[in-house]
């Protein structure tokens, strides 16, 4: 079964710290993806990787960055909190696009700014 | 850009037959995939469609149609369990893995 883990289920961080959020995934998957979840807004990308040390910028990048150190991890980074990111934060990961790339879903950490 | 529409909000009864409807406008369309979303949990993959046609898996089948920019998850003798939301989202050939979501459809399963 794959496994995607992410290291908080829930957070609480202050306007202005910085908020490391850390996903793992053990089945080898090239690729791996940071998501926020909205109410009425739905499942917006944040940032992919594809590979370790590469990264692409999803659809709504701004005040986040990312690093991939290794081919299992992927973490996000809120380098200013704001309370306009409190959300739930979805890791994936998947096989590169071809037969089988279903992206597989982390339990999701729900941050909340204050 | 990409634009995919579904339904806010279903209710349906157990034992009954649903369709969740969605449609999309997209360049470069690759497939489609459904997801279900349990309140509190992570999506999880229900299907994937990259060919014209019905697929079906148990309870739960999915339909494109790629000329009409349309596709429809049927799910069938529903259960309490399914109350749900669920998920649609394309893939593009961008050369990478990405999906764009839908918002949801909340389905509602009552007795």
């Known amino acids: 079964d794959v496994k995607v883990t992410q290291s908080s289920r829930y957070l609480v961080k202050r306007t202005g710290e910085k908020v490391f959020l850390e996903c793992v995934q053990d089945?080898?998957?090239?690729?791996m993806f940071w998501y926020r979840q909205d109410p009425g807004l739905g499942l917006r990308l944040i940032y992919f990787?594809?590979?370790?040390?590469?990264?692409e910028k999803g659809d709504i990048p701004e005040g986040y960055s990312v690093s991939r150190e290794k081919k299992e991890r992927f973490s996000l980074i809120l380098e200013s909190a704001s309370t306009n990111q409190t959300s739930m934060y979805l890791c994936?990961?998947?096989?590169?696009?071809?037969?089988?790339?279903?992206?597989?879903f982390g339990p999701g950490t729900r941050l909340t700014v204050t | 850009g990409q634009n995919i529409d579904q339904p806010t909000e279903m209710t349906a009864t157990e034992g009954a037959i649903v369709q969740i409807n969605c449609t999309y406008q997209?360049?470069?369309?690759?497939?489609l995939f459904w997801y279900q979303q349990h309140a509190g949990e992570a999506p999880t993959f229900l299907s994937y469609?990259?060919?014209?046609g019905l697929e079906e898996k148990g309870r739960f089948s999915s339909f494109l149609s790629r000329s009409k920019g349309y596709s429809y998850l049927l799910l069938k003798e529903l259960q309490m369990k399914d109350s749900a939301s669920y998920l649609c989202?394309?893939?593009?050939?961008?050369?990478?893995?990405?999906?764009?979501f839908g918002k949801g459809t909340m389905l509602l399963v009552s007795p």
């Open positions: 989202a394309v893939s593009r050939n961008s050369g990478y893995s990405t999906l764009t």
């Open positions: 994936a990961s998947s096989q590169p696009q071809g037969e089988s790339f279903e992206q597989y």
């Open positions: 990787s594809y590979d370790v040390k590469m990264k």
């Open positions: 089945m080898d998957h090239e690729n």
């Open positions: 997209t360049s470069g369309f690759n497939g």
């Open positions: 469609n990259v060919l014209d």
